[in-house]
């Protein structure tokens, strides 16, 4: 009877599965909502007939939201006086990257506040200013219209956010919140997939969903480590997977050697020359922003 309770049983490792998996959902399902005003212009952000011109009215109308904008819009995306008013921001960058823009800006504060148990949570911030950078680069050399451009590149502010509710469920707040290393894309998420159920990707989409995010960016955290998958390719994820090669460090020229999928570089259209100019594009902005 005892060898046959014990067959019947859960294994350990079944339930601190389940138990991690529930505690990820739990933490997903409280993290706060944004206040009601960014709520509402990124819910009207999604709506696929919306022309912009209702989001500019929301704008328009609260003098303290287009300062915020402003203030964002000359932090990422110019110079302080390319942008007099909110009008030629979004004739500079388009509205809707303003938008996620604020929207990530609010996330943030989420984030430091929600996650604050981390240890080691600006490694977080700094692994995603890395991974916005190198993304709108190629974004650049993809030749996306400037709107496109901001909008997949904003995507790399929160790729990773879901790793931190798995770091949290799993209490491993003291642990070092750090980007996947590059000859670890691929399986890192097979290893959480087989852990968890579930990966960091699953749980950064949902969020990312549960914010009202748009769907760009709600692709470009679920496959920034699976741009191909099953024959089906998604540029959002690419552009992210790609500017994890983009950013890290290759003394040797190993990465390109070896280890980057040719395959993603062909479906974006970039040969390795293009790829070694992101990689001096980006070694050249990161040196002049430190």
Same mark, same amino acid.
């Given at each position: 009877?005892?060898?046959?309770?014990?067959?019947?049983?859960?294994?350990?490792?079944?339930?601190?599965?389940?138990?991690?998996?529930?505690?990820?959902?739990?933490?997903?399902?409280?993290?706060?909502?944004?206040?009601?005003?960014?709520?509402?212009? =990124? +819910?009207?952000? %999604?709506?696929? $007939? #919306? *022309?912009?011109?209702?989001?500019?009215?929301?704008?328009?109308?609260?003098?303290? @939201?287009?300062?915020?904008?402003?203030?964002?819009?000359?932090?990422?995306?110019?110079?302080?006086?390319?942008?007099?008013?909110?009008?030629?921001?979004?004739?500079?960058?388009?509205?809707?990257?303003?938008?996620?823009?604020?929207?990530?800006?609010?996330?943030?504060?989420?984030?430091?506040?929600?996650?604050?148990?981390?240890?080691? =949570? +600006?490694?977080? %911030?700094?692994? $995603? #200013? *890395?991974?916005?950078?190198?993304?709108?680069?190629?974004?650049?050399?993809?030749? @996306?219209?400037?709107?496109?451009?901001?909008?997949?590149?904003?995507?790399?502010?929160?790729?990773?956010?879901?790793?931190?509710?798995?770091?949290?469920?799993?209490?491993?707040?003291?642990?070092?919140?750090?980007?996947?290393?590059?000859?670890?894309?691929?399986?890192?998420?097979?290893?959480?997939?087989?852990?968890?159920?579930?990966?960091?990707?699953?749980?950064?989409?949902?969020?990312?969903?549960?914010?009202?995010?748009?769907?760009?960016?709600?692709?470009?955290?679920?496959?920034?480590?699976?741009?191909?998958?099953?024959?089906?390719?998604?540029?959002?994820?690419?552009?992210?997977?790609?500017?994890?090669?983009?950013?890290?460090?290759?003394?040797?020229?190993?990465?390109?050697?070896?280890?980057?999928?040719?395959?993603?570089?062909?479906?974006?259209?970039?040969?390795?020359?293009?790829?070694?100019?992101?990689?001096?594009?980006?070694?050249?902005?990161?040196?002049?922003?430190?």
């Amino acid at each position: 009877m005892l060898g046959n309770e014990s067959q019947n049983s859960p294994a350990p490792n079944a339930n601190k599965r389940e138990q991690v998996s529930r505690k990820i959902t739990q933490l997903v399902d409280d993290l706060p909502l944004f206040p009601t005003d960014i709520n509402q212009l =990124l +819910s009207t952000a %999604v709506k696929p $007939a #919306e *022309d912009g011109t209702e989001i500019l009215r929301l704008i328009k109308s609260d003098p303290k @939201l287009g300062s915020q904008l402003l203030a964002l819009a000359h932090s990422y995306f110019g110079r302080a006086e390319d942008f007099a008013s909110i009008e030629d921001a979004v004739q500079h960058v388009g509205v809707r990257p303003l938008v996620q823009l604020i929207g990530i800006s609010y996330a943030r504060e989420a984030i430091q506040q929600e996650f604050a148990a981390l240890k080691y =949570l +600006s490694d977080y %911030v700094d692994h $995603a #200013e *890395d991974i916005y950078i190198a993304t709108d680069i190629l974004g650049g050399l993809c030749s @996306l219209p400037r709107e496109q451009r901001q909008m997949h590149a904003l995507a790399g502010l929160v790729h990773d956010v879901g790793r931190l509710a798995i770091m949290v469920a799993g209490n491993k707040t003291g642990a070092r919140v750090l980007g996947t290393l590059w000859d670890r894309m691929v399986s890192v998420v097979h290893e959480e997939k087989a852990e968890l159920g579930m990966d960091h990707c699953d749980v950064g989409a949902r969020i990312c969903l549960k914010w009202n995010f748009s769907p760009v960016i709600q692709e470009a955290v679920l496959r920034h480590h699976s741009p191909i998958m099953n024959g089906d390719f998604s540029f959002a994820g690419a552009l992210i997977f790609l500017s994890h090669f983009v950013s890290a460090s290759d003394p040797s020229g190993e990465i390109l050697a070896t280890l980057l999928s040719t395959k993603v570089l062909k479906k974006l259209d970039l040969t390795p020359v293009d790829f070694e100019k992101a990689r001096d594009q980006y070694e050249s902005r990161t040196k002049n922003s430190s």
